[in-house]
């Protein structure tokens, strides 16, 4: 299936992405440069959307996280090992030197103790929005989603970029 994704620099407040759902529908998405998200559905030809919500970056990253399909639990108890303030998600992208590069995901070597996670790869030329294939190496290039405790996500991120 061909996916195309259609993308506009709005000066002063970021880029607008736009993707073709059935029936006429179309999906809007603003990123904006403050972290905020935009998110709009509209029908056929018209300029005001059906829906329409606003996200923090917080919540976009746990929404991307959700339709890439990673799987991972919300602490609602009263457990104290790690609250999901605990954790962040970061997208990094890597460079010629990166230790990722010429490895599968799973083979990545991350910080020892650090208990991160790598969640996507992202690679601009395949048709997917998230790389499906394990056994395809990353490459420069490549864009990184990866969970880990916040006290140890940018040690995490250094060490991914190399």
């Known amino acids: 299936m061909d996916v195309r994704v259609r993308e506009l620099r ?10 073709s759902l059935d029936n006429g529908r179309r ?11 935009e998110i709009s559905i509209l029908s056929g030809v018209r300029d005001e ?14 929404v991307a996280a959700i339709l890439t399909g990673a799987r991972y ?13 605990e954790v962040g998600v970061e997208t990094v992208t890597l460079n010629e030197r990166s230790p990722a590069v010429g490895r599968v995901a799973r083979d990545v070597p ?11 790869v992202i690679r601009d030329e395949t048709p997917e929005l998230v790389e499906d294939d394990a056994t395809q190496p990353c490459k420069a290039g ?9 006290d140890r996500l940018d040690d995490v991120i250094r060490q991914l970029v190399g």
Do not use: F, K, M
């Open 10 to 19: 709005l000066p002063g407040i970021g880029h607008r992405y736009e993707l």
């Open 27 to 37: 999906l809007i998405i603003v990123v904006q440069g403050n972290g905020r998200r």
């Open 49 to 62: 959307p059906d829906v329409a919500a606003s996200l923090t970056q917080d919540q976009a990253v746990a």
């Open 73 to 85: 639990s919300i602490d609602t108890s009263d457990d104290e090992r790690t609250s999901t303030s």
């Open 110 to 120: 991350l910080l020892r103790d650090s208990e991160a996670a790598i969640l996507a």
């Open 142 to 150: 490549d864009r990184i989603v990866v969970a880990a405790r916040r």
